[in-house]
């Protein structure tokens, strides 16, 4: 697909439901007695992945063109599945799957895409083995395909390496099953929905710090889902109106949970016009418009506990600090080099190739900014958050981009070119 320069962005989006709540709505609202209804569920292949195992475990789900319908069986209404169960290209499937999974009565494999074959599954692997679990690799390489025999389940307290809420999901999912409680700590806290949704579900399950518990609950209860947007499909319209001169955006109703709105308090660091309107407390997943203005910036320090509250947006952030005065250095993301893609790697790569000036760390990326952006072959590596971060980085290039595998983007944000270019003023 190809992209050039425009000359502001003007007018309202509304972004597609958020990726992280949609994975959880069905998962949930499977394992509870009783139909979840779930509204603004986002329609990517990733969610779709998740439907579409459920449906192979023997959940009836009915996704309607307003709503989707989750007929829950409640945790024990599993049943056997009669072939593997695809991924996809989700990692929020895969890894939070295995930990129901691990307490079934019955075995399943799973598999996924190239890409889901190379990441690392040793991190759910391990706690869940401690648990009891009787979960392999099936090539032996801590990779999908995995296989999981059902198990009797023990609490556990495991202490994370990683500052990672899939971990952390799927340990408190397979608590669900155990036969005492059962606790994570991480070194910092990773976004938090699952451990508020599971409360909303009557779940049994406490927060203190960066350790969240749960202990194990005969049932869980329908409930009625609102899905907010999703702040990692904002990331990209909030950076193209912060560097595309003359640029005026006001992007409706986005998730702004304090475990996630990292990218807006780095922005205001940067110097960013952002205003948040209509802000609602609501059900324990905040929400707010986002008013965006065209702003000059400065380069900062991207590190340490606001890390994982940014993880997903990191990619796009590196396009914004090109267009910042001054050098950005993002350290403490060595995470991103298990992503969909190597998205260090790819960044600078692909940056680089723009004629940004940056270079890669062991643990991140450094970004002198102010050398103007040109447009260069683009290889998105499949990487649907790499193909959108650099849409916006050709939108304020010189020339033209040509990123590769565009579509990519169907993963989390299908009707994402669509909605950018309806805020093209040139
Ligand atoms: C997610 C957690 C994050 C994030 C991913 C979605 C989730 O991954 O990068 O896109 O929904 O739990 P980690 O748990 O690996 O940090």
Redesign the pocket.
């Known amino acids: 697909m190809i992209f050039s320069r425009t000359t502001s962005l003007k007018g309202t989006v509304t972004v597609p439901g958020d ?2 709540i949609s ?2 709505s069905v998962m949930f609202g499977a394992l509870a007695e009783g139909t979840t209804r779930v509204t603004n569920f986002l329609q990517g292949a990733d969610c779709l992945s998740t439907i579409n195992c459920f449906q192979k475990l023997g959940i009836r789900i009915e996704n309607q063109e307003n709503e989707l319908l989750i007929h829950g069986k409640g945790l024990h209404g599993l049943n056997a599945p009669t072939e593997i169960l695809d991924m996809g290209n989700s ?2 499937t895969t ?2 799957i295995c930990g129901i999974l691990a307490g079934q009565t019955f075995s399943s494999e799973l598999n996924g895409d190239q890409s889901i074959q190379n990441r690392p599954m040793k991190r759910i692997m391990e706690p869940l083995s401690q648990m009891g679990a009787r979960i392999e690799s099936i090539h032996g390489n801590g990779c999908a395909p995995l296989r999981i025999q059902g198990a009797s389940l023990h609490g556990i307290h495991y202490v994370s390496e ?8 799927c340990i408190l999912l397979a608590g669900l099953y155990a036969d005492g409680p059962t606790s994570v700590t991480e070194p910092n806290l ?2 938090n ?2 451990e508020l949704m599971l409360k909303h579900f009557g779940a049994s399950l406490k927060s203190e710090g960066t350790t969240a518990t749960i202990f194990p609950e005969p049932k869980l209860y329908a409930q009625e889902i609102q899905v907010p947007g999703d702040i ?1 499909s904002a990331a990209y319209f909030i950076t193209a109106g912060l560097v595309i001169p003359g640029s005026e955006i006001l992007i409706k109703h986005v998730g702004v949970n304090p475990t996630r709105d990292g990218i807006l308090k780095v922005c205001k660091e940067m110097g960013a016009d952002l205003t948040l309107q209509n802000e609602n407390h609501g059900n324990g997943e905040p929400t707010a418009d986002i008013l965006v203005r065209y702003s000059s910036l400065k380069g900062i320090t991207i590190g340490g506990s606001v890390i ?1 509250a940014l ?2 947006e990191l990619p796009v952030i590196a396009v914004l600090a090109c267009f910042a005065e001054g050098t950005t250095i993002i350290r403490d993301a060595q ?1 991103l080099k ?2 969909e893609s190597n998205r260090i790697d790819v960044m600078v790569k692909n940056l680089s190739a723009m004629g940004a000036h940056i270079t890669a760390t062991e643990d991140g990326m450094i970004i002198e900014g102010g050398y103007p952006l040109h447009g260069a072959v683009i290889d998105s590596r499949l990487d649907h958050r790499i193909a959108m971060s650099f849409a916006v980085a050709a939108l304020a290039a010189d020339g033209e981009t040509k990123i590769t595998d565009a579509d990519c983007v169907r993963i989390s944000y299908p009707a994402f070119y669509e909605d950018l270019k309806k805020l093209c003023h040139g």
């Open positions: 990726k992280s994975h959880r990692g929020t890894r939070l990683v500052a990672s809420a899939q971990v952390k999901s990773s976004r929905h699952s990692s994982p993880i997903d995470e298990v992503k």
